[in-house]
């Protein structure tokens, strides 16, 4: 099943957006027991920069440690990503997926651009 993530935009740099990411049919967003979300900047590799498991516990990758949030909400069916104080390096593709991912569950993404 496909995670579809959305809630991408243009956005100045120090500014705010907010992502969400779906199962098709309103699904438990686990299928694993942790998932996370994943960028893709321009020209580079996909890269980790949250996750969270079904407990609750959460990891940050450094560059993003204090701008960014991930939560779900109480059903479990939707992952959000809060990004704060985004900066231009900010800009890529953002995916969910399982963490470590899974091929079949790569959906699409959503563009967040952050203009300096």
């Known amino acids: 099943v496909q995670l579809q993530a959305s809630g991408g935009g243009l956005v100045q740099a120090g500014g705010s957006l907010r992502l969400s990411c779906t199962a098709p049919?309103?699904?438990?967003?686990?299928?694993?027991?942790?998932v996370g979300w994943f960028r893709q900047p321009p020209g580079k590799q996909v890269e980790l920069v949250a996750r969270t498991g079904s407990t609750g516990a959460t990891n940050y990758e450094d560059s993003v440690k204090g701008r960014f949030a991930i939560s779900t909400d109480n059903a479990k069916t939707t992952l959000y990503l809060q990004m704060n104080n985004v900066k231009p390096e900010d800009t890529a593709v953002y995916y969910c997926?399982?963490?470590?991912?899974?091929?079949?569950?790569w959906g699409r993404g959503t563009q967040v651009t952050v203009s300096s």
């Open positions: 049919g309103r699904e438990s967003i686990f299928n694993s027991d942790v």
């Open positions: 997926n399982d963490v470590p991912p899974r091929a079949d569950r």
